[in-house]
């Protein structure tokens, strides 16, 4: 059974940096596009940051480009989200989720494994 368990999440101020962790069981190293999707209270799922089965491509939302990094470790099936620069807007629950039909997609729909979610909460 595929299974997908985020962690990393935490209460931190507008400027600082949290790590995300997304541990993944069941998945071979390219077996699957992994992507970070947030949601607030009050608002829909929203895409964040995608890396593709083979870690070599990425993409982000215009909103945390340049401050967000995504990336994946192989040999401990592990997905990343650095988040910098934090600010009270990235308040959410962040969601890791992969997508075996490789269709490196911001859709959240299309993925169909998730794990339960990580709380981040940016104050001033």
């Known amino acids: 059974q595929v299974q997908l368990v985020e962690s990393g999440g935490g209460f931190v101020q507008a400027g600082d940096s949290l790590r995300l962790s997304c541990a993944t069981s069941g998945l071979t190293f390219r077996s699957a596009d992994m992507g970070w999707f947030r949601q607030a209270p009050g608002k829909e799922r929203e895409f964040v940051a995608l890396?593709?089965?083979?870690?070599?491509?990425?993409d982000y939302a215009d909103s945390v480009k340049g401050r967000f990094t995504i990336s994946r470790d192989k040999a401990k099936n592990t997905v990343y989200l650095q988040m910098n620069s934090l600010k009270p807007e990235d308040t959410a629950v962040y969601y890791c989720?992969?997508?075996?039909?490789?269709?490196?997609?911001?859709?959240?729909?299309?993925?169909?494994?998730w794990g339960q979610g990580t709380q981040v909460t940016v104050s001033l």
């Open positions: 989720g992969a997508d075996l039909n490789l269709r490196t997609t911001r859709e959240w729909y299309e993925y169909g494994i």
């Open positions: 890396i593709n089965w083979s870690g070599f491509r990425t």
